[in-house]
């Protein structure tokens, strides 16, 4: 069985420009979520859909970054204009019902 | 939020030693789960755990609920268990909150 899928697993680009990050999440999974992971801390959570739902994206900054899990499946998470301060690692993960969450490899996004 | 805790931060241990991980939690919760990061930074699911006690080989984890805390041991240590292990939890607003992490590392 396939686990969560993620890509790039890596990205450079120059700030101030945009950046799309696209996760696939294990089949039959209505819970996706997007977390954000700097060096040397946890995961810190940006968005977390039910189905196609936003339910919890008070943590997104949402002057730069947007998200959309169109048909609940496939999500993509961009940010435009990408700044200095986003290098970090991009995690999607998915779970059923809320119970046990499985994560993809993560992009790890550098911003120079 | 629900605060979590994780102790010690850093542990430095030979192999073959038994070391034993601890979560701290600031309410009650639905979910709790281990993972451990490797060094590619992948999360590996260890223990999806929110009451009660598993075993997988050489690690095993038991979680008081009642006292909101959860304890991952890891016995006869080995250099592949060096990396990061984090708890993670979710109380009724299904939010997964992460600890800091103990960074484990296992001399040869």
């Known amino acids: 069985e396939a686990g969560v899928v993620q890509s790039p697993r890596y990205k450079i680009i120059e700030k101030k420009q945009p950046v799309a990050f696209w996760c696939n999440p294990i089949?039959?999974?209505?819970?996706l979520y997007w977390y954000l992971q700097n060096l040397g801390q946890g995961p810190e959570l940006l968005i977390r859909?039910?189905?196609?739902?936003?339910?919890?994206d008070s943590q997104l900054p949402k002057d730069r970054f947007s998200a959309e899990r169109l048909k609940g499946v496939d999500s993509t998470l961009k940010i435009q204009p990408a700044e200095l301060g986003d290098s970090a690692v991009y995690l999607c993960?998915?779970?059923?019902?809320?119970?046990?969450?499985?994560f993809g490899q993560g992009t790890r996004l550098t911003v120079v | 939020g629900i605060q979590v805790e994780q102790s010690p931060p850093d542990l430095i241990l030979q192999e073959g030693a038994n070391s034993t991980l601890r979560c701290n939690f600031s309410?009650?919760?639905?979910?709790l789960q281990w993972f451990h990061q490797n060094p590619w930074g992948q999360l590996i699911n260890l223990f999806y755990?929110?009451?009660g006690t598993k075993q997988n080989g050489r690690l095993s984890a038991t979680t008081v609920a009642t006292e909101r805390y959860s304890l991952l041991y890891i016995s006869s240590s080995q250099t592949t268990d060096s990396g990061v292990y984090f708890c993670?939890?979710?109380?009724?607003?299904?939010?997964?909150?992460f600890g800091k992490g103990t960074r484990l590392h296992i001399l040869p």
């Open positions: 993960a998915s779970s059923f019902m809320n119970t046990e969450a499985f």
């Open positions: 089949s039959g999974h209505n819970t």
């Open positions: 859909y039910e189905n196609e739902e936003a339910v919890d």
């Open positions: 309410d009650s919760v639905n979910n």
């Open positions: 755990i929110p009451s």
């Open positions: 993670a939890v979710a109380n009724r607003d299904d939010k997964i909150i």
